[in-house]
């Protein structure tokens, strides 16, 4: 699956915790969109976080994100 409107993120922030991300840094990506019939995904919002930042209510970070807009 590839992403169609994929953001550049060399400059984002952590969701969590709300530092740099890093080029080398191993992180999670939560997506919220759409999957065209070609397989390729339309992503309206998305949560990027450092791997060590990970928590059980991401999902709930997400949702209120959607929410939100």
Do not use: Q
């Not at 992403?3 to 709300?18: A, G, L, Y």
């Not at 890093?22 to 070609?38: H, L, R």
């Not at 976080?49 to 807009?69: F, G, P, T, V, W």
Request: aromatic fraction near 8%.
């Amino acid at each position: 699956m590839k992403t169609i409107n994929n953001i550049d993120k060399s400059f984002s922030n952590c969701d969590v915790c709300k530092e740099l991300i890093g080029g080398s840094s191993p992180v999670i990506e939560i997506s919220y969109g759409f999957i065209d019939e070609d397989g390729s995904m339309w992503v309206e919002e998305s949560i990027t976080i450092h791997n060590d930042c990970k928590r059980d209510d991401l999902l709930y970070m997400l949702s209120a994100k959607i929410e939100k807009n």
